[in-house]
T-cell receptor, first 110, second 114 residues
Framework: TQLLEQSPQFLSIQEGENLTVYCNSS?????LQWYRQEPGEGPVLLVT?????EVKKLKRLTFQFGDARKDSSLHITAAQPGDTGLYLC??????????FGPGTRLSVLP | DVKVTQSSRYLVKRTGEKVFLECVQD?????MFWYRQDPGLGLRLIYF???????EKGDIPEGYSVSREKKERFSLILESASTNQTSMYLC?????????????FGQGTRLTVV
């Protein structure tokens, strides 16, 4: 079983601050997905990173895949209350049973 | 707009009742999944299905069964509900086989067993 760790577990910040959350594993990922789950909803895919060292940007969100493809980070610039939610990472397993990390619960206060 | 729809947002059931959670997707996906989500434990896979009438156990199948009679519908059944099955239940679907496949989730069913 692939063990996924995410840190921090909880994060509460003020609007406008920057933050970084992490996803780590002892295994090599073929690719990695990041999902966000807003309160009362199901998770929604944000991005898939595929190549070691890859950086992808989605507005104020920057996703980086580690060179060794064992870890990934998500950096949010100038966080807004709409960024509040649970951020989950999931190794891409080709559409088979998705396995998710425990998540980072982010709260952005106005 | 693609959709995974779960039949109820909230359910309250009594211990020992048989409970059906229904999930329907309109994307013609072969794969469907049931997870439960609990604080501190993340999303845990209960059962999944790759095709009609096929089912596979996930990590925590005990106390649950599933039914997939039609491609678009995947039902989770609690044969005799217990209080430790109080949880958020999430259904998801996806295309099979290819990398970069996205899981589409329903909005979740918050089940309380009293």
């Amino acid at each position: 079983t692939q063990l996924l760790e995410q840190s921090p577990q909880f994060l509460s910040i003020q609007e406008g601050e920057n933050l970084t959350v992490y996803c780590n594993s002892s295994s090599v990922f073929s690719s990695l997905q990041w999902y966000r789950q807003e309160p009362g909803e199901g998770p929604v895919l944000l991005v898939t990173v595929v190549t070691g060292g890859e950086v992808k940007k989605l507005k104020r969100l920057t996703f980086q895949f580690g060179d060794a493809r064992k870890d990934s980070s998500l950096h949010i610039t100038a966080a807004q209350p709409g960024d509040t939610g649970l951020y989950l990472c999931a190794p891409d397993r080709g559409g088979q049973n998705f396995v998710f990390g425990p998540g980072t619960r982010l709260s952005v206060l106005p | 707009d693609v959709k995974v729809t779960q039949s109820s947002r909230y359910l309250v059931k009594r211990t020992g009742e048989k409970v059906f959670l229904e999930c329907v997707q309109d994307m013609d996906h072969e794969n469907m999944f049931w997870y439960r989500q609990d604080p501190g434990l993340g999303l845990r896979l209960i059962y999944f299905s790759y095709d009609v009438k096929m089912k596979e156990k996930g990590d925590i199948p005990e106390g649950y069964s599933v039914s997939r009679e039609k491609k678009e519908r995947f039902s989770l059944i609690l044969e005799s509900a217990s209080t430790n099955q109080t949880s958020m239940y999430l259904c998801a679907s996806s295309f099979p086989g290819a990398l970069n496949t996205e899981a589409f989730f329903g909005q979740g069913t918050r089940l309380t067993v009293v």
